[in-house]
């Protein structure tokens, strides 16, 4: 039973186009995050959720767009994709957003457009 | 906004050796100190974490020291085995729960 589920795992598409990464978590964690994993392994933050409010938003191109219609989900659009935008994307969640809560990593979203 | 700095970028150690990587940080509020272990192809994963009222914390063979001083933390790998090989990530928080992650390390244990 998976604690944190990201579909799709690979997503292959051409410039230009609009897609969708899901999160879902049964942790009953309160709190989520997107991370974006460079080729080079960077792993930088994105979006945070603290019960479906956000809370984290990083300099990160208005073409993504995050959404979390309750705290066990957390979703990514992205429109007009570039090829920059190629990388693994990470949903993750941890327990709240005090100090000490460890994250639980999804198993992320190789993405790659072409 | 916290720098974690982590270094060296790559490390071969025999196995049956040690492994020693050290994270610097910058932000003196940060008051937790996660590794992760991300295998080729896999998700990080929590190893060991270690808050700022501690100064080692040990699992096994695997180990983790804070010195708030000089603001640097170290991963401690002893008896290393070829499923040690992986990235290693340092990050550190202070509050918030915004991890700021170092930029990896790449273990590999020669057989």
């Known amino acids: 039973d998976t604690a944190v589920s990201q579909t799709p795992k690979y997503l292959v598409t051409q410039m230009g186009n609009d897609k969708s990464i899901k999160c879902e978590q049964n942790l009953g964690h309160d709190t989520m995050y997107w991370y974006k994993q460079d080729s080079k392994k960077f792993l930088k933050i994105m979006f945070s959720y603290n019960n479906k409010e956000l809370i984290i938003n990083e300099t990160v191109p208005n073409r993504f767009s995050p959404k979390s219609p309750d705290k066990a989900h957390l979703n990514l659009h992205i429109n007009s994709l570039e090829l920059g935008d190629s990388a693994v994307y990470f949903c993750?969640?941890?327990?709240?957003?005090?100090?000490?809560?460890?994250?639980?990593f999804g198993s992320g979203t190789r993405l790659t457009v072409v | 906004g916290e720098n974690v700095e982590q270094h060296p970028s790559t490390l071969s150690v025999q196995e049956g050796d040690s492994a020693v990587i050290k994270c610097t940080y910058s932000?003196?509020?940060?008051?937790?100190f996660p590794w992760y272990k991300q295998e080729l192809g896999k998700r990080p994963q929590l190893i060991i974490d270690?808050?700022?009222?501690?100064g080692e914390k040990k699992d096994q063979r695997i180990a983790v020291t804070l010195n708030k001083t000089a603001k640097h933390f170290s991963l401690h790998i002893t008896e290393t085995q070829p499923e040690d090989s992986a990235v290693y990530f340092c990050?550190?928080?202070?509050?918030?729960?915004?991890?700021?992650f170092g930029k990896g390390n790449q273990v590999v244990v020669i057989p």
């Open positions: 932000d003196s509020a940060s008051n937790y």
């Open positions: 270690i808050r700022s009222n501690v």
């Open positions: 993750a969640s941890s327990r709240g957003t005090g100090p000490g809560y460890g994250y639980t």
């Open positions: 990050a550190a928080s202070s509050g918030n729960n915004r991890l700021a």
